[in-house]
């Protein structure tokens, strides 16, 4: 059974950067599609960008050109490196993850087979 655990988030002025990290256990991530959520206040959670381990990596329209997604399949980490960050990036980032599925942002999330439990990303000035 996989389990993921994020960290790195934080609180960052606008324009700034962050790398978050998901470290998985019990389990390899071969063969699965490996991705971040997020969730802001009051709204509803939305797939930020993933990776599956042929090295296909998908993007969000809103995050492509300032988010960089890196697999280490070696360490079983996968890294969110977000740069140029903006206030409607504050949220709770969530590392999911589904077996035999490249892109997983276009699943729901009942249909995830792991998740973590979230980093607080918080950009404010």
């Known amino acids: 059974q996989l389990q993921l655990v994020e960290s790195g988030g934080g609180l960052v002025q606008p324009g700034g950067s962050l790398r978050l990290s998901c470290a998985g256990s019990g389990s390899t991530f071969d063969y699965h599609g490996i991705g971040w959520f997020r969730q802001a206040p009051g709204k509803e959670r939305e797939g930020v960008s993933c990776?599956?381990?042929?090295?296909?990596?998908y993007y969000a329209d809103s995050v492509k050109g300032r988010f960089t997604i890196l697999r280490d399949n070696f360490k079983n980490t996968v890294y969110l490196q977000m740069n140029s960050l903006k206030p409607e990036d504050t949220g709770v980032y969530y590392c999911?993850?589904?077996?035999?599925?490249?892109?997983?942002?276009?699943?729901?999330?009942?249909?995830?087979?792991?998740w973590g439990k979230g980093t607080l990303v918080t950009v404010s000035s």
């Open positions: 990776s599956f381990s042929d090295g296909s990596t």
């Open positions: 999911a993850g589904k077996k035999y599925t490249r892109n997983i942002l276009r699943i729901s999330g009942g249909d995830m087979d792991y």
